[in-house]
């Protein structure tokens, strides 16, 4: 069976560090792999979606990177974090090719507080 | 644009009563229907689809959902709600290229 790992679970930072948010699929090869965000415990706003090793698309211009280094490895990472990245960041994946009809399947999230 | 929407913000039940947590949607064609819940601090679970067929779904945990094409909705149901139930739910649509959007999620509380 599959599982998404995510780690990790809690994480304080000062505002103008670095951050680096790691996501790990077992059980499948080749996931499509996406990353949240959930602000105030409400909506998901996607962030970033990788199709394959080294191919992200970016939804919303920000303050935030990511990179698939190998095949079910998801990173997302900052150069120097701000107040508003703040937010509970969820990882998810679903399996390869275009159908839509698949469902996510989601990690259990990492707290982050910019302080 | 393509967009669903929860319009509670949060659902009031008693336990063992039905609930209802309510989605309608605006997806041009054929569209992709999910539902997951999320309980505090935790990630999403996923709880049932619609694709095509059958317009009631049923899906994890006693819940069902039923899609209607001429109400464009795709309300969540179950028949007898438990304390445990209570959780934040997410109705959320697939787009062509298989990214998922969510609506803004419903508070269920159920209360003994």
């Known amino acids: 069976s599959q599982t998404i790992h995510q780690w990790p679970a809690t994480l304080v930072q000062p505002v103008g560090s670095p951050l680096s948010l790691e996501c790990t699929v077992e059980?499948?090869?080749?996931?499509?792999l996406y990353w949240y965000r959930q602000a105030a415990g409400r909506g998901l706003q996607l962030l970033f979606y990788?199709?394959?090793?080294?191919?992200i698309s970016s939804e919303v211009p920000q303050n935030l990177s990511a990179s698939r280094p190998q095949d079910r490895q998801f990173i997302l990472s900052s150069k120097k974090l701000l107040l508003s990245d703040s937010g509970f960041y969820l990882c998810?994946?679903?399996?390869?090719?275009?159908?839509?009809?698949?469902?996510?399947?989601f990690g259990p999230g990492t707290r982050l507080t910019v302080t | 644009a393509q967009s669903v929407a929860q319009p509670e913000d949060q659902v009031n039940v008693a336990e063992g009563n039905p609930l209802t947590v309510k989605c309608t949607y605006s997806?041009?064609?054929?569209?992709?229907l999910f539902w997951y819940v999320q309980y505090p601090n935790r990630g999403l679970q996923f709880l049932l689809k619609y694709i095509t067929g059958d317009n009631l779904v049923k899906g994890s945990y006693g819940f069902e959902a039923e899609f209607n094409k001429s109400q464009t909705s795709f309300h969540l149901k179950k028949p007898s709600a438990l304390v445990s139930d209570s959780a934040l739910y997410f109705c959320a649509f697939s787009s062509n290229t298989g990214k998922l959007i969510f609506g803004q999620g419903t508070t269920l509380q159920v209360k003994p």
């Open positions: 998810a994946w679903r399996p390869p090719g275009d159908r839509s009809s698949y469902e996510q399947y």
């Open positions: 059980g499948t090869s080749n996931p499509n």
């Open positions: 997806v041009s064609g054929n569209p992709y």
């Open positions: 990788s199709v394959g090793i080294g191919q």
